[in-house]
């Protein structure tokens, strides 16, 4: 069964009682809701459900917006991917900052408003997970001082993003080289072999990293059958032969 949308098991109850009630919509809990994202950031959970509501009360009352929280609920985003809640959480913003950066370049024009540059860039680093260019996120998120101020708030953000990508790399591979995987990890040396060993569980042997297996990375070969009863045919097989009406 799965896990329901709306499920934060972090979640306070007073939290919990304004997004099963009508101060939900209540503007007065915005500042309610604002402190809930700096708890997120600084205890390392995540409530999907209560930011998107949040952001909702932005929609209908701009003046209440606060740029640090926005910036922060993307961020946070981030360190649950490939779940779509990112992108969730951008098409609540306001049009105006969300102008698209040029297809021929990665990072923004200057000029932007500070908040769009901001979504711009983090939108840059969503698309880049979102394809599995992992080493090139790590290049990126070092790329520019922008980066480390965006994701500052955020307690743990490169080990959560590492433990994402460790998590899809183990749902795809039994093994894989070294240098790759410490590309795609953004981290190297004793650093790497500590996190690879005790917070992913996998083994190195010389150059190349083994993976344990799991119902998602082993190969199996299935059959599938169709039952198709006699009758069925018999129906198509009438029906070709029916004169239209």
């Known amino acids: 069964m799965g896990v329901p949308f709306d499920y934060a098991p972090d ?9 099963n009630g009508l101060d939900r919509y209540n503007p007065e809990t915005t500042a309610v809701f604002q402190e809930y994202v700096v708890q997120q950031c600084d205890q390392k959970f995540y ?20 740029d640090e929280t926005i910036t922060n609920i993307l961020v946070k ?31 923004p024009a200057a000029g932007d408003a500070p908040l769009s540059e901001a979504v711009q ?17 790590w290049s990126t998120l070092d790329s520019d001082d922008l980066y480390a101020d965006l994701t500052a708030d955020v307690a743990g953000f490169d080990e959560l993003i590492r433990i994402r ?17 410490e590309s795609w990890l953004g981290m190297q040396g004793d650093a790497f072999d500590k ?8 083994e190195i042997e010389g150059t190349v990293v083994k993976v344990p297996l799991n119902k998602e990375n082993e190969a199996k070969g299935t059959v599938v059958r169709e039952n198709v009863k006699m009758e069925q045919f018999s129906r198509v097989i009438r029906r070709a032969y029916e004169q239209p009406a």
């Open 11 to 19: 979640r306070p109850e007073h939290i919990d009682a304004i997004l």
């Open 195 to 202: 996190f690879v060993k005790d917070v992913c569980g996998w």
């Open 121 to 137: 860039k983090l939108n840059v680093l969503n698309n880049l997970l979102a394809q599995a260019s992992y080493a090139a996120f």
């Open 165 to 181: 990508i460790a998590l899809t790399i183990s749902q795809s591979v039994r093994e894989i080289e070294r240098s790759v995987l």
């Open 47 to 66: 409530d999907c459900y209560a930011n998107l509501a949040l952001l909702k009360l932005y929609q209908f009352n701009p003046h209440l917006t606060k």
């Open 77 to 107: 985003s981030l360190t649950v991917f490939p779940s779509p809640d990112f992108s969730l959480a951008l098409h609540l913003l306001p049009p105006h900052i969300l102008t698209p950066a040029s297809a021929s370049s990665a990072l």
